[in-house]
């Protein structure tokens, strides 16, 4: 009779695979860069529309675009394209030209999440080749505190602040995309966001 034996083997020095989705707090010491979420260990990447951008922990422990150019994006790869992106606004500042950026494939191909003006309704908008389009509008003004979730389901799209829905678009650009993260501009480097999640859904 054969006898056969199944032996695990587990080595902590080798890389893990790692799992979808994201988190972070930024409850890092102030004026660090973003690094890596709190939750996952996965590495924050930047980009710009010029000069490379600078993204650091602020003193109340939120993150705060502080220089870059007219668009600089901070982003994760959630490896995930569906799901539930949500931030808090701890502070919009004055102009408020930065929000949540979502199936990020470059600085002038995403979806992003912001207001055009401090009058203007927080809505979602597609960038392709450069060009921005409104596709889901509102005429919500958010307020320091607000948790913004953009939820991604293929081409269904659902924006909510603080649980309710604001708008909805459906468009299938960037399908495939799964890095996730927020938009910050030349105009609003007084902008802070905390607890950053990204969920998966099927």
Request: glycine share 12%; proline share 3%; aromatic share 10%.
């Amino acid at each position: 009779m054969d006898i056969i034996l199944n032996t695990y083997f587990s080595n902590s020095l080798l890389p893990r695979a790692q799992a979808p989705g994201f988190f972070d707090n930024f409850d890092r010491p102030a004026g660090q860069a973003l690094g890596v979420t709190s939750g996952e260990g996965k590495t924050w990447r930047y980009e710009s529309t010029g000069t490379t951008p600078v993204w650091r922990t602020s003193s109340g422990g939120a993150a705060v675009n502080v220089s870059g150019d007219s668009r600089n994006v901070a982003w994760v790869d959630a490896l995930a394209t569906n799901g539930k992106l949500g931030v808090t606004a701890t502070s919009l500042g004055s102009y408020r030209l930065g929000g949540l950026v979502a199936r990020y494939q470059d600085i002038n191909n995403h979806l992003f999440v912001f207001q055009a003006s401090d009058t203007a309704g927080l809505a979602i908008y597609k960038r392709v080749a450069g060009t921005a389009t409104k596709i889901g509008d509102s005429s919500y003004i958010p307020a320091n505190g607000d948790v913004y979730e953009l939820e991604l389901n293929g081409s269904n799209i659902i924006l909510r602040v603080n649980g309710s829905v604001k708008t909805t678009a459906i468009d299938t650009a960037f399908l495939g995309e799964t890095r996730m993260g927020l938009l910050g501009t030349s105009s609003a480097f007084s902008m802070a966001w905390d607890n950053i999640t990204f969920t998966p859904t099927a």
